[in-house]
């Protein structure tokens, strides 16, 4: 204890007095950590929330089941209850229910509607009606004996106007229904799922609703006491083949597991912002230590142990990191309420609905914030606290030449940059463990590291090669910039590291976004082709659960004289805990007007095979996923049809998550069942005088024919629709690299004031012996291009080197996608010269700082 | 107060000059008063303990200062309240700086330190080379020409100090504490270096010291005490 509180006093007098003179610094430094921190931070809360929301109404649902059983791809008879009457394993049964209907008359937001059996459900799930007493007993009697009665969320009732004894006119996807609310539901169980915005009716009426008579989502089975495993295995088996035994957080588990990969790439992607703070405090305790050299072997002449004054160094190192962190909660406090709500809208477009209402502060995620902040400030302060401890006492007498010793480092810092980035290229062929790309962010850090350790020598040759040239167009500006930067290149390349980091994610995200959405809007032109698309109302939001009526399919011909029409079903399936759909497509009329994406088979003889109905076509999710490739069979149980095909092709699609396997609908009704129709595309069969008008004609004959049971969108307005949701997912990203790049420009402002105060005494010589202000401020100005040429220059090459290595890697890994590689010249062109202009006007505090100390000073120093 | 006054044509005339600092609520004296008068072609020592005032005195004739009161004019230019333009063309043309502690630049070698005024100034490379070549070789610096600078002794380094700070050709040398950092032999060889560029070019030369080794050279020595100048008005 005594030996702490003397270190603390020492730590006090040594440390935090010199950081309190050099003020500007160490807040600029804490500045960068904490909006690192604040970036990580904020993501991890805002995806947890997410998760944690998604998990509390998959657990409400699950209630307190112990298995589950499903019809993969389609609805269950409720006769199969009857199974359960008398099982012997089975003690208890339930079934359930759930669509999205939303309050009539358009527009209104969908909410989630359950359909449960009271009576059989009470054991399961917890919800109750609010107040109790007699008036809950009659809201819930009401339930059971009342058709087309409700039980609201308060906050949902109030959304909607409507209290209880209140009526509610409520649109499903073919019909609409008057509803009486006849009671409120508690805040708990159910009625938190989906941030509140649920309706409980009974089944019964959800099926009158849904027109599902006899069909249940599935059915919830509680096991007798003691039930062995053996007996469960039995009661898989008992049942038809088209059913299966789930367990009930199957849902949740595959959910989670989508959204985690998700979590893992804005995690790294947000620690970057962290990793560009891990350069400036790097370099602000660096500084410290060459700084105060003397002072040290003074200490070490003193009696100072070595092992103190790399603690000294290292207590630096977490001081800066703990004053980050805490600055970093009010930042990201503000942040994380942007980054919710897109973060949850992503989610929701691209794996599984979430509703997030409240931010859960998570102790665990903030623990990890400040894990990862204090550590990642520790590892920065570690090698210049290893320096410091290897200061002789003898400095404090004789000071050594340090040019040498930054030569020495500048050699050996290539040498490991080398050995980084071979480490680099036999990390990237690795396959990922456990489904996430580990080898892969290893390669892509160690490719960071391996530039940023390359910057001292490529500073040193660039000023070295221009050495000659340049000061005769510069001038003597140039000409001492130069000179000064060879002699830093050690120190500053922590903070050209800095930037090359961010350079380089800059570019590679641009490199990443762009291809991405070029193969998006390919993808788009030719895959979501159409003039019209038509599914049934709120198609969308229950997943093409509810086919179009079919006095509709066969109606629709009719009205659309002048068009092809390409029918599809989807259906919503999983393999393992990975959910896909399988789309039934008129497949000959397609081919006529549309095409796939092509990955792997050759198209032109692939698509006579594909409209015969010869196998199927998979998205290269779903091979990379399941692993199943063109040869191999994809097999399935469809609402009771047992689906072998074999794989004909693979093809790209980005769809939700992208697990997608096409068949001919035509040849799906013939071999298996009639899937019906989920959906209908239109196009024009011979291009029309005027497209714009005939669509409209045809518009308005299906509104006027059946607008309250059908949805309709254009073509040109859903591939708009598609392309803005691609925008908007990386929008985040967007953020997080702006971040990036203002804790890089921090950097470089920090290392340039740095340089210069600690050149003050040159810097007044050369005002002393004529040089001007206006040639004191070139010179820094040419110091700043040099560093940030050199930033610019060796990120953009990193940044290419990282293109590869996202879309090939990274995404294939987590995500199972990848892209045709194009490089957006433009936006690069156009924002490289602007970071440029950025960076340079990081270089204006230094240009202050240059001019702080009076030039008379020179002569009171000795 | 001791008024300084020159027979000859004065290159520095300094009437009541003052210097006085801010420092926190109260305010230090740098040099009160000051009237001096220096000829051109006199080499005048100027004496006087630490925190006497005399690198102030140095600074102001330098242009590096600007004075609190006063009129000061050094070389025919009037230096009280000049825009900073004005300044770095005056330390350009006018005077040239000898420090304590060299002040060469460690970034550059012995020729380019030289060379670094005449650069700055605008005038052409090669001409600034030659005159640079040639002030080395007049210092016994020529095989040094292309060492760095920081890797010269103590006295090569003031030597080199000294060719810079006359590579303009100025009118005036203003010298503080040369020989500070030096031990006695280059203390004496770097003063009987700036007596002869006094000697031989006509160079003014005004060393601040603490040390008797210029007292011999010297054709005045004033003594400065507290900020004001208290020896006899006109030396040796």
């Not at chain 1, 410091?388 to 490991?416: G, K, Q, T, W």
């Not at chain 1, 393999?575 to 198209?603: I, S």
């Not at chain 1, 924002?831 to 270089?843: D, Q, R």
Request: net charge positive; with cysteine.
């Amino acid at each position: 204890m005594r030996r702490l509180i003397s270190f603390l006093r020492l730590f006090a007098g040594f440390s935090l007095r010199h950081a309190m003179r050099h003020g500007g610094r160490t807040v600029a430094v804490v500045l960068g950590i904490a909006l690192g921190a604040a970036v990580f931070t904020s993501v991890r809360l805002a995806v947890h929330a997410s998760i944690a929301s998604f998990t509390r109404s998959m657990d409400f649902f699950a209630g307190s089941a112990d298995r589950v059983v499903v019809r993969p791809g389609g609805l269950l008879p409720e006769e199969t209850l009857a199974r359960f009457y008398t099982h012997p394993a089975v003690r208890d049964y339930s079934v359930l229910s759930t669509t999205y209907v939303r309050r009539e008359g358009g527009g209104a937001e969908p909410f989630l509607l359950i359909g449960i059996d009271p009576l059989l459900d009470r054991g399961f799930r917890s919800w109750r009606i609010e107040g109790g007493g007699a008036q809950a007993v009659e809201a819930w009697l009401d339930l059971l004996r009342e058709p087309h009665t409700i039980l609201l969320t308060a906050p949902l009732a109030r959304e909607l106007g409507a209290q209880t004894g209140a009526g509610l006119a409520l649109e499903h996807t073919s019909r609409t229904a008057n509803f009486r609310v006849t009671g409120l539901l508690a805040p708990l169980g159910l009625a938190l799922v989906e941030g509140g915005r649920v309706g409980i009716v009974d089944i019964a009426t959800f099926q009158e609703l849904t027109g599902l008579h006899g069909r249940v989502d599935r059915i919830d089975l509680k096991f007798r006491r003691g039930v062995t495993p053996e007996e469960i295995e039995a009661l898989a088996r008992e049942l038809p083949a088209d059913l299966q035994l789930q367990s009930p957080s199957a849902a949740r588990e595959s959910g989670t597991a989508m959204i985690r990969a998700y979590q893992l790439n804005l995690s790294v992607l947000s620690f970057a912002s962290l990793f560009v703070g891990m350069f400036l405090v790097y370099s602000l305790v660096a500084l410290n230590v060459a700084a105060r050299r003397r002072e040290l072997a003074i200490l070490r002449a003193l009696g100072a142990a070595p092992r103190t004054l790399f603690r000294i160094f290292l207590a630096e190192g977490a001081l800066l990191g703990l004053l980050g962190w805490l600055l970093a909660l009010p930042i990201g406090s503000v942040l994380v309420r942007y980054l919710l709500e897109a973060v949850s809208r992503t989610i929701t477009t691209l794996f599984v609905r979430v509703r997030v209402e409240e931010l859960v502060l998570s102790t665990a995620e903030l623990a990890v914030s400040f894990a990862v902040t204090l550590g990642t400030s520790l590892v920065a302060a570690w090698q210049p606290a290893h320096e410091a401890m290897r200061v002789s006492p003898r400095e404090a007498m004789d000071m050594i030449a340090p040019e040498e010793r930054r030569r020495e480092s500048a050699r050996s810092a290539a040498l490991l940059a080398l050995g980084c980035l071979a480490a680099c290229a036999a990390l990237l062929p690795l396959p990922p463990t456990g489904g996430v790309p580990l080898a892969g962010y290893l390669a892509v850090l160690l490719l960071f590291l391996g530039f940023a350790l390359l910057s001292p020598l490529l500073l040193e040759r660039l000023a070295a090669g221009l050495d000659g040239s340049l000061p005769r167009l510069a001038g003597p500006p140039a000409l001492l910039a130069g000179r000064a930067v060879r002699q830093g290149a050690v120190r500053t390349a922590v903070s050209v590291g800095a930037l090359i980091t961010a350079v380089a994610l800059f570019t590679a995200l641009v490199i990443m976004v762009h291809s991405f959405r070029r193969t998006v809007e390919i993808w788009v032109r030719q895959t979501v082709s159409g003039d019209l698309f038509v599914t049934a109302k709120m198609g969308q939001v229950n997943r093409f659960r509810f086919p179009i009526p079919e006095e509709i399919v066969s109606e629709l011909p009719r009205l659309a004289a002048g068009f092809d029409l390409v029918e599809s079903r989807r259906f919503l399936l999983e393999r393992g805990n990975f959910p896909y759909e399988f789309e039934a497509m008129g497949m000959e009329t397609f081919f006529r007007h549309g095409d796939f994406l092509w990955l792997e088979g050759d198209p032109e003889t692939l698509r006579p095979r594909v409209a015969s109905g010869e196998g199927v076509l998979v998205s290269e999710v779903f091979a990379a996923r399941t692993g199943r490739r063109p040869g191999d069979r994809f097999q399935a149980r469809i609402e009771g049809s047992l689906v072998d095909l074999p794989i004909l092709g693979v093809v790209r699609d980005y769809r939700t998550d992208g697990g997608i396997v096409f068949y001919s609908h035509r040849h799906f009704k013939e071999r298996f069942h009639d899937p019906r129709w989920s959906g209908v595309r239109f196009f024009f069969r011979d291009p029309p005088a005027d497209p714009e008008a005939e669509l409209a004609r045809l518009r308005g004959a299906i509104v006027a024919a059946w607008g309250d049971r059908l949805d309709l969108i254009g073509g040109r307005e859903l591939r708009g629709a598609v392309l803005r949701i691609f925008d908007e997912t990386f929008a985040v990203t967007t953020v997080l690299l702006v971040i990036a790049l203002a804790v890089a420009a921090l950097g470089i402002a920090t290392t340039l004031t740095v340089l210069v105060l600690e050149r003050s005494r040159q810097l007044n010589t050369i005002l002393a012996v004529g040089g001007s202000p206006r040639q004191i401020r070139a010179m820094i100005f040419w110091e700043a291009a040099f560093l940030v040429v050199v930033g610019e220059g060796a990120g953009l090459a990193c940044g290419f080197l990282l293109s590869g290595a996202l879309i090939q890697v990274i995404n294939r890994q987590s995500f199972g996608w990848t892209f045709l590689y194009t490089v957006d010249w433009s936006s690069l062109g156009l924002s490289l010269p602007l970071i440029l202009a950025a960076a340079l006007g990081a270089a204006l505090p230094a240009v202050r700082a240059a001019f702080r100390q009076p030039p008379a000073a020179l002569l009171r120093q000795r | 107060m001791t008024d300084a006054e020159a027979p000859l044509e004065p290159i520095v005339c300094a009437r009541n000059l003052t210097r006085i600092y801010p420092l926190g609520s109260g305010t230090v004296t740098g040099v009160e008063g000051v009237n001096l008068d220096i000829a051109r072609g006199e080499f005048v020592v100027l004496k006087g303990p630490s925190g006497s005032g005399k690198s102030t005195l140095l600074a102001l004739l330098a242009g590096l200062d600007a004075p609190s009161a006063g009129e000061l004019t050094v070389a025919g230019r009037r230096l009280s309240g000049r825009p900073p333009g004005d300044l770095t063309r005056f330390r350009r043309e006018a005077v040239g700086m000898v420090f304590q502690s060299f002040n060469l630049l460690p970034t550059l070698n012995v020729l380019e330190n030289v060379c670094l005024p005449a650069l700055l100034a605008g005038r052409d490379e090669r001409e600034a080379r030659r005159r640079a070549e040639e002030l080395l070789e007049r210092l016994g610096l020529s095989g040094r020409a292309r060492h760095p600078a920081d890797r010269l002794s103590g006295g090569e380094m003031q030597r080199v100090a000294i060719a810079r700070a006359v590579i303009n050709g100025p009118a005036l040398v203003l010298a503080d504490e040369p020989t500070g950092n030096l031990d006695s032999k280059n203390g004496t060889a770097v003063i009987e270096l700036l007596a002869r560029l006094n000697r031989e070019d006509g160079v003014t030369v005004l060393l601040a010291t603490h040390s008797d080794l210029a007292d011999g050279v010297a054709t005045r020595t004033l003594s400065i005490r507290d900020g004001a100048l208290v020896s006899p008005p006109c030396g040796a």
